[in-house]
């Protein structure tokens, strides 16, 4: 493996393998690092073992994961150098001439030195703390649909679905076509907003196809067995040495159900970490309610050499980020002279009516499915947010009222953000509650620092560093 390449792409999902494409193409030598064992990130996860090995699972997973099979075959016949199984653990932006990736492949450590990095690392699932949320029995929507994708297992027992957002209604369909009856939906989602309702006629006009696909998945809920529960708030999981019942409050009644299997989706939130150590700034987004790296239309990044594409770069959808990635990368082959200005203006013009028509897809979206506010700020204090150090949400109360106004600050006193997940299961939360507390406003209350190592790696790999 040479030590220098022209461009460093981080991930090979939709975005990641749109952009690594794109610049091949004008013959950028690029090379693709993904964590992955094969090309597809989560939204396409194992798409093409799924296509040999099992494609009876291609109906149930739904046209849009199958289509997923035509953008990974443009991707293998590039001329893209693809690296799986390869952690990036550092990313330095820090020399104006070039880029320097610490990379962990095969077991082993090496420096990869790149003129332009592109960070596609994409999104992660928003944090849900919530009373019993650490019980065996309760896992995430999105930790169940790969387990589908990458292996064909569905939920078994009594399967209880909890929380918004279109992923928690796409696996409940999901479910449906596998064969597999959820007891009930139990849904966080508010009734819809006076910023949601502004927007849904330009998303009905522009994105129509997309909005159909949606009411498929929930007229196929409507029309199963499954209860569905809606203006759900107070969700408790409860169990001695593994989930039994699931206590929660429709409007001002508390109810109980049984279960074997609680699965909870909030939406989704960009996979910052990596830009984070970079050093790439950042800011709160009031509307998503998670932090956004500040990227320019073109997609760089405050570090002229790293772009971000994709959903690392704020939730967009896939379709959106692969067109967000295309420009992207134009620009990065521009810079290295591999495109004119005149072939991205056209690539900018001709990407403009469809940019706008899942622009106002996504604002509704993010104005219909709120993140729901029991799990932004929990209202139990024997509530864990930080599940590494066992932090409850009353022990960061009492250090906010200490006088701690930040998350770092807050780590001399809670260790918070200092566990394995580095702040990914708990940083939200962390600066939320010390917030609520302050009213500094999210901006200024700022977030946990993120330094290198952001994967695991033995002092060894280091030492042994090639």
């Excluded at 927007?199 to 409507?222: D, S």
Aim: hydrophobic share 40%; with cysteine.
């Amino acid at each position: 493996m040479s030590d220098a390449v022209d461009v460093a792409v981080i991930g090979a999902g939709p975005a990641g393998m749109a952009a690594a494409a794109e610049l091949a193409e004008r013959g950028v030598g690029v090379r693709v690092y993904d964590e992955q064992a094969s090309p597809g990130g989560q939204v396409f996860r194992s798409i093409e073992k799924v296509t040999e090995q099992r494609p009876a699972d291609l109906h149930t997973l739904g046209e849009q994961y199958a289509r997923g099979l035509r953008d990974v075959r443009r991707f293998r016949q590039s001329a893209v150098s693809y690296v799986p199984g390869a952690a990036v653990w550092e990313l330095d932006g820090s020399s104006p001439q070039e880029v320097r990736l610490g990379l962990l492949h095969d077991n082993r450590a090496a420096t990869v030195r790149a003129r332009h990095a592109l960070i596609a690392t994409g999104a992660m699932e928003r944090p849900t703390p919530f009373p019993g949320w650490t019980l065996p029995g309760v896992m995430s929507t999105g930790a169940a649909q790969t387990l589908l994708k990458e292996s064909g297992l569905v939920p078994e027992g009594r399967v209880v679905l909890a929380g918004s957002g279109p992923l928690l209604y796409l696996f409940a369909s999901q479910m449906l076509q596998s064969g597999c009856v959820p007891v009930c939906i139990l849904d966080t989602t508010t009734r819809m907003s006076l910023t949601a309702l502004a927007v849904l006629a330009p998303a009905a006009v522009h994105a129509l196809p997309e909005l159909r696909r949606g009411m498929r998945w929930l007229q196929r809920i409507r029309d199963s067995s499954i209860e569905h529960i809606h203006r759900v708030t107070g969700l408790q999981a409860i169990g001695g040495e593994r989930l039994q019942t699931i206590r929660f409050r429709q409007r001002r009644r508390w109810l109980e159900v049984s279960a074997d299997l609680l699965l909870v989706h909030d939406g989704v939130i960009p996979n910052t970490w990596l830009a984070m150590s970079a050093g790439c700034e950042h800011y709160w987004h009031t509307r998503q309610q998670c932090w956004h790296p500040r990227i320019q239309a073109n997609g760089v990044s405050s570090h002229e050499r790293i772009s971000i594409a994709g959903d690392a770069g704020g939730i967009v959808g896939g379709d959106l980020a692969c067109i967000r990635a295309r420009l992207a990368a134009l620009h990065v082959a521009h810079s290295l002279g591999a495109a004119t200005r005149v072939e991205v203006q056209e690539a900018q013009n001709a990407a403009h009516s469809g940019t706008r028509k899942l622009v106002a897809l996504r604002h509704f979206l993010d104005g219909y499915y709120v993140p729901a506010a029991a799990f932004q700020l929990p209202e139990d204090d024997d509530t864990l947010v930080c599940r590494c150090e066992e932090i409850t949400v009353a022990q960061i109360k009492a250090v906010a009222a200490l006088g701690c106004t930040g998350p770092n600050q807050g780590k001399a006193f809670t260790r918070c953000g200092m566990g394995p997940c580095m702040g990914r299961e708990c940083g939200i939360t962390v600066s939320r509650l010390l917030d609520n507390h302050h009213k500094l406003g999210m901006q200024e209350t700022g977030y946990f620092r993120i330094r290198p190592p952001v994967k695991p790696i033995t002092v060894g790999q280091l030492a042994d560093l090639e």
